[in-house]
C-alpha cells in the first residue's frame, strides 16, 4: 500500500488520466444524484395547509407503471367528507374538484396552456393551501369568482390569475375559456393563491369527479390520520406526511420522469466511459511499466502482491479523484436546476438540496469503477516474468491478445450477421436490431483497431511516402500499433456514436413528419391555439369529424385496467371495438362494456359493432363521455368545409398540426442527444489527450535518439504532432465507415418499416465537430509534455 | 522442496537450455556444471552469444533449465511453483543488474528495503541505515534514484541485494554501465561481500578487469565451459586467455 501510495505520487503524469477520468464521473454522478434524488414527488403549494389528505382508490397501474386511479362520484366525495367532519382532530374535510380554466385576453387564451388545465377550483379548497381573501366576498352564485393573485408568492409561478399589469378588481367581469367554451365571469374577491375559485356546487360541477378530500387538522397529523384511516376503510388511500408527494398531479410527474431519464443516461454514459478510460489507462500504465513490474518481481514480489500493488495504486487515485469529483457535483447541481426546469425537464420551483446518500454513493461508485478499470490490467501485470527487469529494450508487445481478437472478430461477425438478417427481422424490431448491430460493429472496430490501423495508414500517408518525417511517423506508427489504436479508438467511438445517433435521429426525423401527415386524411384541421386543447363551443357546429379522448376505466375478469377511449358521434348509444380490443377485454358485439366513467359513475354500454374501421381501440358516444368527463377537451377537428371561428382555435394545414408534435418531441431528442453526445465527446478528449500524454512521456528516449541522429527540435516534434493527428484520422475514418455503413442499415429497416423510400441522412458537421475537437486534444497533449521537459531539462543529469 | 546440504551456495547439473526461434532450436546451455562454495566469489566469462546470460538467469531461478538441475542454498528449483520460486528468490538471492535495478518511485533506503517489504518483515530503520552506510551512501536515504549518480544506484542495489543475508548474490554486468571509478567501487563492494560476510557472489562479466576480482573464472563457449582458472588471477592473464579463446572460436567459425 505505502508503495503504491508512492508510486502514484512519483508518477503523478502517468495517473493523471486515471485521476481526470474518475473524478469527472464522480461529480457527474454525484451531480445527477442530487438532481434525482431532490426531484422526490411534492404536493402541489394548495396543499401546504392540508397535512392530512385522502386520495380516491388505486385499481392498479397503467401502462407506464404510474397509479391508475377511479374517481369519486360527487355524491361519493360528499358522503365521505362528511363522514371525516366528525372524526376527531378534523376541523374541515374539503372535497377538491379540479377544471380547466384560462383567462381570455385580447381574444386568445392567455398564459400556460398545461398548467390552466388545473387551475379551476372550489372556494372551500382555497382553505387547504391556507389561502385567504385580499379583497371582496366568496363567489356564491354560478357565475361568480374568486381571482388569485397574480403575484402569488411562493416558488410556483402564477399562471392562470390575470396576469401582472392586467389586475382584475372586485366587481368587474372577466372573460375565461373552459372546457364548455368561452364564458364572463363576475369576480367578487380576490385571494393571495393562485388559481381561480368558483362556489363549492359549480366547481363540482365542472369536474370530472372528486379524487382528493383535504382535510385541516388539530394536533398531531399521523395520529389523525390513522382515525381517519379507519373511517375511509377502503374507499380511498389516506395520505400524510412524505406520503403527500402522491398528490403530485401527473403532468408534473411526468415532467420529472423525463428529467430522471436524461439523468439516468448521463449516469449510466458516464459509468460506462469511465470504466473504459480508467482501464484504457492502467493498460496503457502496466506496459510502459514492465520493466519495473519485472524488478519488482525479481526482488521477490508474488504475482499477487504486484497484483495488488497495481490495484492499490488506482484505489488510491480513485479515492482521491472522489473527494474532488463529489464536492464539485455537489456544487454544480443547484446550478443546474435552472436549466432544467427551463428546458421542461423538472417542474417549476424544483430546488436542489444536499443530498448525502447521492454523494456518499457517488464516491462509491467512483472507486468501484477505478477498481473494475484496475483488475484487468493488475492481472496481466501479475504474469509479467521477472526477467522483464534485464530486457533493455521495451519493445512493443503484441497488440492483439487472444481474447481481444475473439471479440473483435465475434463483434464483426455478429454486427454484419445482424444487418444481413435484418430483412427477416419482425419489423417492429428492426430499429432495435439495427442499433444493436451498429453497437457490435462499432465495439469490433475498436477491438480491432491495432489490425486495421497499419494497412489504414499506409493508405493515409501514401501522397507523403518520401518525406523523412513522414516515413519516421509512417513506421512508428505502424510499429507501436497499440499505442496508435489506443489514441485512435476514443476518436474512433466519438464519432461513430455521433454519426450514427444524429444520423438515426435525423432521418427518422425526416420521414416521421410525412409519414404521421399521411395519417390525417383531411388537408385542413382546426387546432388548439394558446390552449390546451378544444372546448366543446369550438367544435360544436365544425364541418369535420373529430374525437373527444377521455380515460376509462374497464373491469374485464376480476381485473380492472385503465382505457384510452374516444367519444365520437353516432347514431345509437352504443360501443364500438376495433378487433383488438374486444380480443384483449374478451368482449364480442352484443356483450355489455363493463366500466367507470372519469366522474367515477359505474356503467355498462353494450358492444355496437366490433370492426377495423373504429378510430380508436373504444369508442363510446360523445354525449356521454362530454357527461361523464365535462373536461375533457378536443384535440384536433379534421375539416372538410370552411371552419366557424372559435375562440381558442386556429385552422392549420395537417402537416402544420403534426409538426407541432414532432417538434416538441424533437426539442427533447435533439437535448438529449447533444447532452449525450457532449459527454461522449468530452471523455473521448479525455481519453486521446490521456493516451497521447502517457505514451509521448514514455518516449523521451526515442525522441532523444531522434534528436541525436539528426533531427531538429521542430521535426521531432512535428513527427509527434503527425502520429497523433494519423491516429485520430484513422480513428475517425474507421468510426464514419462503421456508422455510415450501420446507419445505412438501420435506414434499410426503417424504409421497409414504412414501405417506402428513406432518404439517408448523415450529419457531416457534427461528426467533423467532434473529430476536430479530438484532433486538437491529440495535438496539445502530444506537444505538451516535451514543453513541460524542456524546462526541466536542465535539472536532469 | 528437496534439500542437498553440500557446502554448494549454487550447484548447476548438467544444465541445459534450448529456446525455440521460430522453427529452429537454439541451445543457449549445453550440459553445464557448476558449483559456487559459500564465501566463493565466481566470474563467468565469455564471448556474446555465449550462454553465460542465460547460466545466471538459470541458475538465480529467473529463467528455467530444459534439462538438468539447479540447487540454491540445498533447495531444487525444479518443481517449484511460481510463488516458492518467488519466495525463494527474495529469502535467499539477490541480485545486481547492469542498470535499472532501482525502483523509481521508491527513496534509496526504501529500495534497500523492499525485498523485506515484500516479505512483510519488521524493517528497523538502523539496519536500512547501517547497510547504506556499508556502501558508503548513508547520507543518502531519502534520495531517489533519479537523484543518484549511475555508481551511486548501483551500491544501493549491492546495498539491497544482500540486506536480505542471501546465500548467493548474482550479478549481471554489474560495472556494465558505469566509468572506471564507480566499477572499481562496485568491485570492491562484492568483494568485501565475500571477504567479511561471507557471502557467495557469482557475478557474468566481460571484462577482465571485474573478472580478477574473482576467487575462480570460468569462461564460457556456444554453451559449454571452455576453460576455467582458480585461484586468484591477473587482468592480464584473463585478459589473454579470454582473447586466446576468442581466436579458436572465431578459427572454429572460419574451418566451418
Request: contains cysteine.
Amino acid at each position: 500500500m505505502r508503495l503504491a501510495w508512492q508510486t502514484v505520487r512519483h508518477r503523478r503524469a502517468a495517473f493523471a488520466g486515471t485521476f481526470v477520468a474518475i473524478a469527472a464521473g464522480v461529480a457527474l454522478v454525484s451531480g445527477a444524484g442530487s438532481l434525482a434524488a431532490s426531484s422526490r414527488p411534492q404536493a402541489p403549494d394548495r396543499y401546504d395547509a392540508s397535512t392530512v389528505a385522502v386520495h380516491s382508490p388505486s385499481v392498479g397501474q397503467d401502462e407506464y407503471g404510474n397509479p391508475e386511479y377511479r374517481s369519486w362520484t360527487t355524491p361519493e366525495a360528499v358522503r365521505i367528507a362528511s363522514g371525516l367532519r366528525a372524526v376527531p382532530g378534523v376541523r374541515a374535510a374539503v372535497a377538491d374538484p379540479v377544471f380547466y380554466v384560462q383567462r381570455i385576453a385580447a381574444g386568445r387564451p392567455a398564459g400556460d396552456a398545461e398548467a390552466s388545465l388545473r387551475d379551476g377550483h372550489s372556494w372551500p379548497a382555497a382553505a387547504l393551501g391556507g389561502y385567504r381573501l385580499t379583497a371582496g366576498r366568496p363567489p356564491v352564485r354560478r357565475g361568480e369568482v374568486v381571482a388569485g393573485d397574480p403575484a402569488c408568492q411562493g416558488a410556483e409561478p402564477c399562471h392562470g390569475g390575470a396576469s401582472p399589469g392586467d389586475l382584475v378588481v372586485p366587481g368587474e367581469t372577466v372573460r375565461v375559456l373552459t372546457a364548455d367554451g368561452p364564458q364572463t365571469w363576475t369576480v367578487t374577491g380576490t385571494a393571495d393563491g393562485p388559481g381561480w375559485y368558483v362556489p363549492a356546487d359549480d366547481a363540482l360541477r365542472r369536474s370530472s369527479g372528486v379524487r382528493v378530500i383535504g382535510l385541516l387538522v388539530d394536533g398531531d397529523p399521523a395520529a389523525v390520520a390513522q382515525s381517519v384511516r379507519r373511517v375511509v376503510g377502503d374507499r380511498g388511500t389516506v395520505l400524510a406526511g412524505s406520503d403527500r408527494g402522491a398528490l403530485e398531479p401527473d403532468a408534473v410527474s411526468r415532467v420529472r420522469w423525463l428529467g430522471a431519464q436524461l439523468l439516468i443516461a448521463m449516469v449510466s454514459l458516464s459509468v460506462f466511459v469511465t470504466v473504459f478510460v480508467v482501464a484504457a489507462t492502467c493498460g496503457l500504465g502496466a506496459a510502459q511499466r514492465r520493466r519495473e513490474t519485472g524488478l519488482l518481481r525479481a526482488v521477490g514480489a508474488t504475482p499477487g502482491q504486484v497484483r495488488r500493488t497495481m490495484v492499490a495504486e488506482t484505489l488510491v487515485v480513485g479515492a482521491a479523484a472522489g473527494l474532488t469529483g463529489v464536492p464539485a457535483g455537489a456544487l454544480a447541481a443547484p446550478l443546474l436546476a435552472g436549466p432544467l426546469v427551463r428546458a421542461g425537464l423538472e417542474p417549476a420551483g424544483f430546488t436542489v438540496t444536499a443530498q448525502p446518500v447521492a454523494w456518499a454513493a457517488a464516491y462509491i461508485l467512483g472507486v468501484v469503477v477505478a477498481l473494475a478499470g484496475a483488475v484487468v490490467a493488475a492481472w496481466r501485470s501479475s504474469r509479467v516474468p521477472p526477467l522483464e527487469a534485464l530486457r533493455e529494450t521495451a519493445a512493443e508487445r503484441r497488440a492483439m491478445t487472444p481474447a481481444r481478437w475473439l471479440a473483435g472478430v465475434l463483434g464483426a461477425v455478429g454486427g454484419t450477421v445482424l444487418l444481413a438478417l435484418l430483412p427477416r427481422v419482425p419489423l417492429t424490431q428492426r430499429t432495435t436490431a439495427g442499433t444493436g448491430a451498429a453497437m457490435l460493429l462499432i465495439g469490433a472496430a475498436a477491438l480491432l483497431a491495432p489490425v486495421l490501423i497499419g494497412p489504414l495508414v499506409r493508405a493515409v500517408t501514401w501522397p507523403v511516402r518520401r518525406s523523412a518525417t513522414a516515413l519516421l511517423v509512417r513506421e512508428g506508427t505502424r510499429t507501436a500499433a497499440r499505442r496508435t489504436a489506443a489514441t485512435a479508438a476514443p476518436a474512433l467511438l466519438a464519432v461513430a456514436f455521433t454519426v450514427l445517433l444524429t444520423g438515426m435521429v435525423a432521418t427518422i426525423e425526416g420521414v416521421e413528419g410525412t409519414d404521421r401527415a399521411a395519417d390525417i386524411p383531411a388537408a385542413l384541421v382546426l387546432a388548439p391555439d394558446g390552449a390546451p386543447g378544444l372546448a366543446a363551443a369550438a367544435v360544436r357546429g365544425q364541418p369535420g369529424r373529430s374525437a373527444l379522448p377521455t380515460r376509462v376505466l374497464v373491469g374485464h375478469g376480476g381485473a380492472t385496467e385503465g382505457l384510452d377511449a374516444a367519444g365520437v358521434d353516432g347514431p345509437d348509444r352504443g360501443a364500438v371495438l376495433t378487433p383488438a380490443t374486444a380480443a384483449r377485454l374478451g368482449l364480442r358485439r352484443g356483450d355489455d362494456v363493463r366500466l367507470w366513467w372519469a366522474d367515477g359513475t359505474a356503467a355498462r354500454v353494450p358492444v355496437r359493432a366490433v370492426t377495423r374501421d373504429a378510430p380508436a381501440g373504444l369508442c363510446l358516444p360523445r354525449a356521454l363521455v362530454r357527461e361523464h368527463d365535462p373536461v375533457a377537451l378536443t384535440p384536433v377537428v379534421l375539416l372538410d368545409g370552411a371552419p366557424v371561428p372559435a375562440t381558442g382555435a386556429r385552422t392549420m394545414s395537417a402537416r402544420a398540426y403534426v409538426q407541432i408534435d414532432i417538434d416538441a418531441e424533437g426539442r427533447l431528442v435533439r437535448l438529449f442527444l447533444w447532452v449525450l453526445l457532449g459527454l461522449t465527446a468530452g471523455y473521448a478528449v479525455l481519453a486521446v489527450a490521456n493516451t497521447m500524454a502517457m505514451s509521448t512521456a514514455g518516449r523521451r528516449a526515442e525522441f532523444r535518439t531522434l534528436r541525436l541522429a539528426g533531427a531538429a527540435a521542430g521535426q521531432a516534434k512535428l513527427v509527434a504532432v503527425a502520429e497523433a493527428l494519423l491516429a485520430v484520422v484513422a480513428g475517425t475514418l474507421l468510426g464514419a465507415v462503421v456508422a455510415a455503413v450501420a446507419l445505412t442499415g438501420v435506414r434499410d429497416a426503417v424504409a421497409a418499416e414504412l414501405q417506402r423510400a428513406v432518404p439517408l441522412v448523415v450529419p457531416w458537421g457534427a461528426a467533423s465537430l467532434v473529430a476536430l475537437v479530438c484532433a486538437v486534444a491529440a495535438t496539445l497533449a502530444s506537444v505538451t509534455p516535451r514543453l513541460v521537459r524542456a524546462e526541466t531539462a536542465g535539472s536532469g543529469r | 522442496m528437496t534439500m542437498t546440504k553440500n557446502g554448494f551456495a549454487v550447484e548447476l547439473r548438467a544444465a541445459t537450455r534450448t529456446y525455440s526461434v521460430g522453427r529452429r532450436a537454439v541451445t543457449a546451455l549445453a550440459g553445464v556444471d557448476l558449483t559456487a562454495a559459500a564465501a566463493e566469489f565466481v566470474a563467468v566469462m565469455g564471448p556474446s552469444g555465449s550462454g553465460k546470460s542465460t547460466l545466471l538467469h538459470c541458475a538465480a531461478g529467473l529463467d528455467r533449465l530444459t534439462s538438468g538441475e539447479v540447487v540454491i542454498d540445498g533447495v531444487r528449483l525444479a518443481g517449484l511453483s511460481q510463488r516458492r520460486l518467488t519466495v525463494l528468490r527474495r529469502d535467499r538471492v539477490g541480485f545486481v543488474f547492469q542498470a535499472f535495478n532501482l525502483l523509481p518511485a521508491l527513496t534509496a533506503a526504501q529500495n534497500v528495503a523492499l525485498p523485506r517489504l515484500l516479505a512483510r518483515r519488521r524493517v528497523v530503520p538502523a539496519e536500512v541505515t547501517a547497510a547504506l552506510d556499508e556502501v558508503g551512501l548513508a547520507d543518502r536515504a531519502g534520495h531517489r534514484p533519479a537523484e543518484l549518480s549511475g555508481g551511486e544506484q548501483q551500491r544501493v542495489a549491492i546495498a539491497r541485494a544482500l540486506f536480505t543475508r542471501p546465500a548467493v548474490l548474482f550479478a549481471d554486468e554489474p560495472t556494465g554501465a558505469l566509468d572506471a571509478a564507480s566499477g572499481r567501487e562496485v568491485l570492491a563492494l562484492l568483494r568485501a561481500a565475500v571477504n567479511r560476510r561471507a557471502r557467495t557472489v557469482v557475478m557474468v562479466t566481460h571484462d577482465p578487469f571485474a573478472a580478477a576480482h574473482a576467487d575462480r573464472v570460468v569462461w564460457l563457449g556456444d554453451g559449454r565451459i571452455v576453460d576455467a582458472l582458480s585461484g586468484p588471477a591477473g587482468t592480464r592473464e584473463i585478459a589473454m586467455r579470454t582473447a586466446a579463446l576468442e581466436e579458436t572460436s572465431s578459427l572454429g567459425e572460419a574451418r566451418r
